[in-house]
């Protein structure tokens, strides 16, 4: 069990330190960064995995290996940069669309997601809150979604109006 929570610390501890080497490249004097840059940020990822770790462990959560699958972060990346970048586009153009011309029809769909897993509701949770003009409000015990939309054209919308293939994608990564 102790194995897990290590996974859990160098994995965040790689994750924070370049992270924070990619937001703050170019502002210093060796290669790309001063000494006392790369000191605070190996500081700081160093806090940042042991709080994920301790996290982790209070809380009895076990994370599952499978995550930690370098297909599942390939596919995760193609995710964010094809259909959920091409959705929030499409998303923003509707929104603006709607605020111009005042064509609002508000209402709370259903959304079968069809996973099985609470991480992967969560995902799809999160992607469909962050594309604007809608809103993951509840879930319910069978795994559906219920979305607020800005306008919903139909009274029986399928999964695929209000977040394209968020949950094929979504099913790939993290089942």
Same mark, same amino acid.
């Given at each position: 069990?102790?194995?897990?929570?290590?996974?859990?610390?160098?994995?965040?501890?790689?994750?924070?330190?370049?992270?924070?080497?990619?937001?703050?490249?170019?502002?210093?004097?060796?290669?790309?960064? %001063? &000494?006392?840059?790369?000191?605070? =940020? #190996?500081?700081?990822?160093?806090?940042?995995?042991? *709080?994920?770790? @301790?996290?982790? /462990?209070?809380?009895?959560?076990?994370?599952?290996?499978?995550?930690?699958?370098?297909?599942?972060?390939?596919?995760?990346?193609?995710?964010?940069?094809?259909?959920?970048?091409?959705?929030?586009?499409?998303?923003?153009?509707?929104?603006?669309?709607?605020?111009?011309?005042?064509?609002?029809?508000?209402?709370?769909?259903?959304?079968? %997601? &069809?996973?099985?897993?609470?991480? =992967? #509701?969560?995902?799809?949770?999160?992607?469909?809150? *962050?594309?604007? @003009?809608?809103? /993951?409000?509840?879930?319910?015990?069978?795994?559906?979604?219920?979305?607020?939309?800005?306008?919903?054209?139909?009274?029986?919308?399928?999964?695929?109006?209000?977040?394209?293939?968020?949950?094929?994608?979504?099913?790939?990564?993290?089942?």
């Amino acid at each position: 069990m102790e194995g897990v929570y290590m996974i859990v610390f160098v994995t965040g501890f790689v994750f924070s330190f370049l992270s924070y080497l990619i937001l703050t490249a170019g502002s210093g004097n060796l290669m790309l960064w %001063s &000494g006392g840059e790369i000191t605070a =940020g #190996l500081l700081f990822s160093l806090l940042t995995a042991l *709080l994920a770790r @301790g996290l982790f /462990s209070a809380a009895g959560v076990r994370p599952g290996l499978s995550l930690f699958n370098p297909k599942r972060w390939v596919l995760f990346l193609l995710y964010v940069f094809g259909p959920f970048l091409t959705g929030m586009i499409r998303a923003n153009l509707d929104v603006a669309y709607r605020v111009i011309t005042g064509k609002i029809k508000p209402g709370i769909v259903r959304i079968p %997601s &069809g996973l099985k897993t609470d991480f =992967g #509701l969560s995902m799809l949770a999160n992607s469909i809150t *962050l594309t604007p @003009g809608t809103l /993951s409000v509840d879930e319910d015990d069978r795994n559906n979604l219920y979305v607020h939309c800005i306008y919903v054209r139909n009274r029986k919308p399928k999964a695929r109006d209000i977040c394209s293939g968020f949950p094929g994608w979504i099913r790939r990564i993290t089942e």
